[in-house]
């Protein structure tokens, strides 16, 4: 089946109304990762901006920095893969209607 070229730029309008929701959308997607049993937990938004950072007292030795360095890390990283996952299915709420307009194999 072809793809019509009119029925694509007709389209096209909405799809880029879609991208600018998405992005508009960022920064109210969020997810929390931890690390540490969660003793250490970060908080980022759709943009990867930080939001909140929570670390447990007990955690905190002044000794040992480079443990709690290692877990804010790791609480980050854990909320960087949440973050994608949900930027990934939120993204395919909007790539809905583009979906409806690609051939079919």
Do not use: H, R, W
Request: avoid cysteine; hydrophobic fraction near 45%.
């Amino acid at each position: 089946m072809d793809m019509n070229p009119f029925e694509l730029m007709k389209n096209m309008k909405g799809i880029q109304e879609n991208v600018q929701k998405m992005q508009a959308n960022l920064p109210y997607i969020l997810a929390t990762g931890s690390a540490g049993a969660g003793m250490v937990e970060v908080t980022i938004n759709g943009k990867f901006v930080i939001t909140e950072v929570k670390i447990s007292p007990e955690i905190v030795d002044p000794s040992d920095i480079s443990t709690l360095q290692v877990l804010v890390a790791s609480a980050f990283n854990d909320a960087s893969n949440k973050i994608q996952e949900k930027i990934k299915s939120e993204s395919l709420k909007y790539a809905g209607a583009f979906g409806s307009m690609m051939p079919q194999v």
